[in-house]
């Protein structure tokens, strides 16, 4: 019953935008062994995604600051340090919140994993979080984070294929965001398209016999891959060389 009750705090501080709350509520539960169900899980996914988007979308305006400033060349040191100094402070920041999760994920969430579904999503997730360490990272710590990414989304891919359809959402998570990952960090829009298209049409195939307990939130996700694929080949067409008669 306790337990319940800290469910019900959490649900609470998401409504009231509080997701640092959200995340030290779940941070207690998981680690006292605590099963979730599929509204909880998504509540956990949206909290940490939450703390981390906000930081990442931070990163990106100091980054263009910093270009804005290099490009005036104004002599400006002190405020090139203190953009430098933040960017450190941000990214520190989203690598703290990924490293945290995809420890409970590896130590609590996936171990204890109460149907394939679950392990789909947690792995999901742990690619997720991978992937936004790799936005962040250089060299060796790059290269690491993107292997792990691509592990963990490979496996959930696995899983996905041989036990939801198509057109479950979770299934069409890991291929969206997997997709992600092959265009924006490993700069692959080929790859990228190939994999969302493959996942967006099998689901479209069948999109007459999705359930209504899945139909919001698959339609969502498949107008999300839309829009990527149509990007994507735009961008593709725009690199191909013109050919000269």
């Known amino acids: 019953m306790c337990e319940r009750n800290e469910i019900f705090k959490a649900k609470l ?3 009231a935008e509080r997701y640092g709350d959200v995340i030290d509520v779940f941070r207690k539960l998981i680690t006292e062994g605590l099963l979730f169900d599929v509204e909880e899980r ?3 996914s949206t909290a940490y995604k939450h703390e981390v988007s906000v930081r990442r979308s931070s990163l990106q305006v100091l980054i263009s600051i910093n270009k804005n400033e290099a490009r005036k060349n104004s002599g400006g040191d002190k405020l090139i340090e203190a953009i430098s100094d933040l960017k450190k402070i941000t990214a520190k920041e989203i690598q703290t919140f990924c490293l945290e999760i995809i420890s409970l994920l590896d130590n609590f969430l996936l171990p204890s994993a ?4 679950s392990s789909v999503f947690y792995l999901r997730m742990k ?3 991978w992937r936004y ?5 250089n060299s060796y710590f790059k290269r690491n984070a993107i292997e792990q990414s691509i592990v963990a989304y490979k496996c959930a891919s696995e899983i996905a294929i041989l036990e939801l359809p198509p057109y479950h959402p979770t299934r069409l998570g890991v291929a969206l965001n997997f997709s992600v990952l ?3 960090i490993l700069n692959s829009p080929h790859r990228a398209c190939r994999m969302c298209s493959a996942a967006f049409y099998e689901a ?10 899945f139909y919001k939130d698959s339609t969502l996700i498949l107008q999300l891959m839309n829009d990527n694929l149509m990007l994507w080949l735009a961008d593709i067409i725009e690199k191909v060389p013109d050919k000269k008669s």
């Open 13 to 15: 501080a998401e409504q």
């Open 42 to 44: 998504n509540l956990l």
């Open 114 to 117: 109460i149907d394939l579904e």
């Open 127 to 129: 690619g997720d979080h």
């Open 133 to 137: 360490i790799a936005e962040i990272s």
């Open 182 to 184: 092959l265009y924006e």
């Open 204 to 213: 479209i195939y069948e999109i007459d016999t999705i359930s209504d307990l």
